[in-house]
């Protein structure tokens, strides 16, 4: 399993690649809310990418809007829930 750090940078990478942001990785804030007031400004169709973004890069599967609201508030809480299913032996 990655360390946080490294996990952050691909993930921000991924965000950037897949939504093709007008930004770099490393302008992207850590705990900065992705939707929503003073947030990143993505939308709907952002979130469905990034969730077949993760599964593809990470294996993690996102069950329900739930939990999707909750994993893909930031960088943080994905790499905190790509942390939980790779201890839980949840990822590939």
Known sequence: M???TALKARIKNM????????????EIV???PLFGPDSLGLDSVDALQLVVGLDKQFGL?????A?????LHSVNTMVAAI???GAAGGLR
Request: charged share 35%; aromatic share 0%; net charge negative.
């Open 83 to 85: 942390q939980r299913a």
């Open 67 to 71: 939990a999707a609201k909750e994993i």
């Open 15 to 26: 965000i950037v690649e897949n939504l093709m942001l007008q930004i770099t990785a490393s």
């Open 30 to 32: 850590d705990e900065r």
């Open 2 to 4: 990655e360390d946080a």
């Open 61 to 65: 599967k996102i069950p329900d809007p």
